[in-house]
C-alpha cells in the first residue's frame, strides 16, 4: 500500500509542476501568436490544462480514500487487500500465484489482480484449504487457496 501512496504522491507531484508552471508559460507564449480564436497552439495548451487538473483531482480523491484505509479491517487469516495467495485452479492441475491489489496497480502479466475484479471477488474473505467457483468470461473456474501471506505478514516482513 505504501508503494500505491508514493506512485500517486509523484504522480500528483508532476502534474502540480505541469499545471502551475509549465502549462501557464505554454498558454502565454501561445497567446503571444495573436488571434486566439484560430490559435491551436493556445487551444491545445488549454486542453491539457484542463486534461491535467481534472487527473490531478482524481488522483487527490484516491490518495484521501487510501489514507483512510483501515489496516485493522484487514483480516489476518484471510484473503484481503494485500493478499499474496497461491491458488491451485483445480480444473486445470495448475498452480498460480496473485497478489491482491487495488485497481490502479493491476498487473496481469506480474499476477497483480484487483480485488473487485471476478477472481479477485471470487477469492476475498476466504482462507487457505477454501475451494471457490468463479465465473469468469471464459467460463466457470474451480479453484483451491493453497497458501496466503496476508498483508500484515507482507508489512512485518519489511
Known sequence: MEALIKKLQEEIGALEIELRI???????????HGDLSENAEYHAAKERQAWVNA????LQGRLRE??????STIPHDRVGLGSVVEVLDVDKDEKMHYTMVTS???DVSKGMIS??????RGLLGKKVGDTVKIQV???TREMEIVELITIHQVNAKK
Open 66 to 71: 487510501l489514507s483512510m484505509v483501515d489496516m
Open 137 to 139: 468470461p471464459g467460463g
Open 115 to 120: 480485488t473487485t475484479s471476478p477472481i479477485g
Open 55 to 58: 487527473r490531478l483531482n482524481q
Open 22 to 32: 509549465e502549462l501557464p508559460r505554454e498558454i502565454l507564449r501561445a497567446r503571444a
Open 104 to 106: 490502479e496497480d493491476v
